[in-house]
């Protein structure tokens, strides 16, 4: 079992910053996935980023490269998302994910992964 608890979400105006967290605790394989979605009201969950819990290899949405980074620190158990020049469209809860281990193919759908954190909201003010 793993477990995930995000932090960092917030109000932010238009081509701000924020820089969500995610602890993870339990049994973290080497060969897991961790990864970031998000999703809008009315709207399916949509990938965001992921990261190789050993090796570090970062893998990004469409809609974020460039603009967001996806980090890890093993020795806290903690991945982060550095979000900069946030745009209205950036709204969404954002949740963070967790797999023992993934086919690169497969890390994109969020029915991969068997462990979730609550999700925190992200604003971005126009």
């Known amino acids: 079992q793993v477990q995930l608890v995000e932090s960092g979400g917030g109000l932010v105006q238009t081509g701000g910053s924020l820089r969500l967290s995610c602890v993870a605790s339990?049994?973290?394989?080497?060969?897991?996935?961790m990864a970031w979605f998000r999703q809008a009201p009315g709207k399916e969950r949509e990938f965001v980023a992921a990261?190789?819990?050993?090796?570090?290899?970062?893998y990004y949405g469409d809609s974020v490269k460039g603009r967001f980074t996806i980090s890890k620190n093993n020795a806290k158990n903690t991945v982060y998302l550095q979000m900069s020049s946030l745009k209205p469209d950036d709204t969404a809860v954002y949740y963070c994910a967790a797999n023992p281990v993934l086919p690169l193919g497969t890390m994109m759908r969020p029915t991969s992964y068997a462990y979730w954190g609550q999700g925190t909201q992200v604003t971005v003010s126009s």
């Open positions: 339990g049994r973290i394989f080497s060969s897991s996935v």
């Open positions: 990261i190789l819990w050993s090796g570090g290899n970062t």
